[in-house]
Structure formats: C-alpha cells, structure tokens
C-alpha cells in the first residue's frame, strides 16, 4: 500500500449510517424552533456547536430512551460496514470514529462493531431537565471553527509523523479533516465540496466500495 502506516477517520452520520440522526431525532421529537436552528447553521450565522446545542436543549430529558430507541430502531448502517469493520481488523488497519454525532446513539449503533475507546463523539447530560449536549473533544489552538468535535484537532492529536491518514466522509463537517488527509473517500456534499477546494477523492456508495478503494491504495479520481 504505502511505506506510511495507515489510519482510517470515518464520520458517522451519513456515512456509516445512510441519514442524520440528529436531523431524524428533531423531525420526530422537537418543535419546529428546531428548524430555523439547523437553517443558521446552514448558512455558517452560528457554529456547530452551537447549533446543536440549542438543538438538543430543546427537548427534555426524560425521552432519553423513547429517542434511543427511535434512533436503534430506524437508523440504517451503510452496506458492507460489517465487512469493512472486519476487513480493518484483518490488514490491522486503526479504525477511529470521528463524529459530531451524540454518544448516546452513536454508541448503541456502534455496539459490537468499534470499540468505545476508538470512538470520537460529543457527550450527553440528562441529569437536567433538558437534554444538554458535552463537548469532550472541543478544537485545539490550530482550529477556530467552533465545532463542537473537532475533526481536525482529534486527527492531530492520533496522526503521526508516519502516518497515512485516511478520511471516510459524507458533509461539509468533514472539510477540514479531508484538506488534512492523504486519502479521501468521500460521498454526497463532501464530493462537492472536494472538487470545490481541488482536493483529490474517491467516491463511494457501500463499505464494499470502500474495501476495494482502500485494498488499491490510491486515489483512483
Ligand atoms: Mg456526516
Ligand atoms: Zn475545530
């Protein structure tokens, strides 16, 4: 493949699972301030992180299982992720998750497939009487986006000199971490936004795509 070691950073949202699951979560459970919220973040007037927050702060916190259960229930794992994960294991490949996504419904869907140590995500609190949102993994001097989870600060903090970094993703929320990447396989806005910045990719649709993307080794666009 490469004399570098390599590492995978896979987003989440839309690209392990086929759909956002914050965006699921607030069309079923918030009221419809939700919308006007996730339009500003949108059109970059307020930060992720900020977004979001005001988000979640909508709904109370005693649906903490109703809306777990919702996301178990309805979330979809992209084809082939199985495979892909075990693939990771086999070419001992560091597999991390790196998402603005939410613990308490990226680590359910995650259960028996990554490991919780390997997983990067924003933290919950419902010990108030709405659901407030935890940002363990805020942006380090380098970064001045506000993200909430910082992408490019996580991939800092793991990346070494020698390594290959690999970066799966699907949105503008993965910009960054792809302008930092060696290998970038990108699907949906992220294709888009990949052409706009003349940064070289990959696309593809499953994990079985992915396999074979990663397997050849090099940008194949
Ligand atoms: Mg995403
Ligand atoms: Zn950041």
Redesign the pocket.
Known sequence: MTRKKPIIFC?????ITNS?NIIAIMKEFAPVEWDSIKNQVLSQEISIKDGVGRMFDLLPSHKKEEITDYIVEHAEIRDGFKEFVTFTKEEEIPLYIVS?GIDFFVEPLLQGLVSKEKIYCNGSDFSGERIAIQWPHPCDGECVNDCGCCKPSIIRKIAEADTYKIVI???I??LEAAKMADQVIARDFLVEKCNEHSIPFSTFDTFFDVINIIKKGKVSV
């Open positions: 987003d989440f949202d839309g690209t956002d603005g993703g699907d949105s929320t993965d």
